[in-house]
């Protein structure tokens, strides 16, 4: 009876392979969003009226890519040098701090900009208020706050694993964010959610309706 080939979670498997692919990917994505976001930052800045909710939320967005981009060189070299990093803890760590922070803030950011469209196109009258240049820096400083609270056990611990580690759990609760991104950013998506909303409390109002009455009437 032959036995079975194990299955391995351990990436250094495919070191041959991701020495080679990483860098090329890496490189392609250093190029694309070095030119993309700096056109980004560009166009927006240079226009001439003011700067209105979306604007800011995508400058926001825009600065926390070219963050991560600069440090793509950094882990190219990584794998051109088959796992060896050169540069020392503090920019490992730097580069490490880069990745998670734009995760974060790419989530954040990415929510604040689909519940801006939703109020402008559902409530444009109502909650203007919302989409004022004050309130959304403000919503802006509260999104970097939050970053920096989710990364900072990257320089708490000495424990650079345990660090890692909490850090990675918090990056995962983002998932959770995503059905509030669908509810607000997609109208379909929403009316479907209300409706089974409303339908399961018509139908509990009407079982607890019956079971009292079913009651009341065998007394």
């Keep these: 009876m032959s036995s079975s080939p194990l299955i391995s979670c351990d990436v250094f498997v495919y070191q041959r392979a991701a020495v080679v692919l990483f860098p090329i990917f890496y490189s392609v994505v250093f190029i694309i969003s070095a030119c993309g976001n700096s056109l980004v930052l560009y166009v927006i ?24 981009t600069l ?12 796992f060896d990093w050169p540069f020392g803890d503090l920019l490992c ?3 490490t701090l880069l990745f998670f922070a734009n995760t974060y803030a790419g989530i954040g950011f990415m929510t604040c900009i689909s519940l801006d469209r939703y109020l402008a196109m ?12 004050r309130v959304v820096r403000r919503v802006c400083c509260l999104v970097w706050a939050l970053v920096s609270l989710q990364i900072a056990p990257l320089f708490s611990f000495s424990q650079s694993i345990l660090s890692l580690q909490i850090t990675v759990s918090l990056m995962n609760f983002n998932c959770c964010l995503d059905p509030v991104i669908y509810f607000f950013a997609i109208k ?10 409303k339908d399961y409390l018509y139908t509990s109002g009407a079982s607890s309706k019956m079971t009292a009455e079913n009651s009341s009437s065998n007394t």
Aim: net charge positive.
């Design 45 to 68: 800045c240079q226009r001439k009226q003011k700067f209105n909710s979306t604007s800011i939320y995508l400058v926001n967005l825009a600065l926390s890519d070219t963050l991560f």
């Design 188 to 197: 379909t998506y929403k009316k479907r959610v209300m409706s089974l909303f």
């Design 93 to 95: 760590r730097l580069t």
């Design 71 to 82: 440090a793509l060189p950094g882990r190219i070299i990584y794998y051109i040098r088959h």
């Design 122 to 133: 559902v409530h444009p009258h109502q909650l203007q208020c919302l989409r004022s240049v």
